[in-house]
Nanobody, 124 residues
Framework: QVQLVESGGGLVQPGGSLRLSCAAS????????MGWYRQAPGKQRELGEL??????????NYADSVKGRFTISRDNAKNTVYLQMNSLKPEDTAVYYC???????????????WGQGTQVTVSS
């Protein structure tokens, strides 16, 4: 089994910064893509927005709404992905979920896993 544990959420004023972390642990053989999704208040989980993603090789992809403000990175040795969020806006308020596509030991396929979510609130 694989667990994804997020940290770093909280309350911040508009224009402020936060850094989210997500560490994967368990019977991990390798991790393909890692990323962050978010679910805004009142919206269904299925309509969550992909915020940013990063491959094992370091290629990144961002939602248009966060380009130039957010930076995703990962430490493959630690099975950890980070999201540096700068110039935060009230519309960034959401629950942020970590996502990882993992191949476990003994398996020959990849399975998506999700973290429990961390609340980010941008408000004055």
């Amino acid at each position: 089994q694989v667990q994804l544990v997020e940290s770093g959420g909280g309350l911040v004023q508009p224009g402020g910064s936060l850094r989210l972390s997500c560490a994967a642990s368990g019977s991990i053989f390798s991790i393909n893509a890692m990323g962050w999704y978010r679910q805004a208040p009142g919206k269904q989980r299925e309509l969550g927005e992909l915020v940013a993603a990063i491959t094992s090789g370091g290629s990144t992809n961002y939602a248009d709404s966060v380009k130039g403000r957010f930076t995703i990175s990962r430490d493959n040795a630690k099975n950890t992905v980070y999201l540096q969020m700068n110039s935060l806006k009230p519309e960034d308020t959401a629950v942020y979920y970590c996502h990882a596509v993992v191949r476990t030991v003994g398996a020959n396929y990849y399975v998506p896993y999700w973290g429990q979510g961390t609340q980010v609130t941008v408000s004055s």
